[in-house]
């Protein structure tokens, strides 16, 4: 898919200089894929504390 888009050429330059990558679309696809993994990693951060606990769970039950 073709997409026009104004970036900043110096941020791009950077990143690509930064991130080791051959070229702008795999520097911005990279970048993009970071961006939705910490995105989901921030979700789940906050469900931390908010789910209820099973007291019955036996940790050492499910080692064998």
Same mark, same amino acid.
């Given at each position: 898919?073709? +997409? %026009? $888009?104004a @970036? #900043?050429t110096?941020? $791009? *330059?950077?990143?690509?200089? @930064?991130?080791?990558l %051959?070229?702008?679309? *795999? +520097?911005? %696809? /990279?970048?993009?894929?970071?961006?939705? /993994?910490? &995105?989901k /990693? &921030?979700? @789940?951060?906050?469900?931390?504390?908010s789910?209820?606990c #099973?007291?019955? !769970? #036996? !940790?050492?039950?499910? &080692? +064998?």
């Open positions: 898919m073709a +997409t %026009n $888009l @970036i #900043d110096a941020l $791009l *330059d950077e990143a690509l200089l @930064i991130s080791g %051959n070229t702008k679309k *795999d +520097t911005v %696809n /990279q970048a993009l894929t970071e961006f939705v /993994q910490r &995105r /990693q &921030r979700e @789940i951060v906050e469900l931390f504390g789910l209820a #099973d007291e019955g !769970y #036996d !940790y050492k039950k499910a &080692r +064998t």
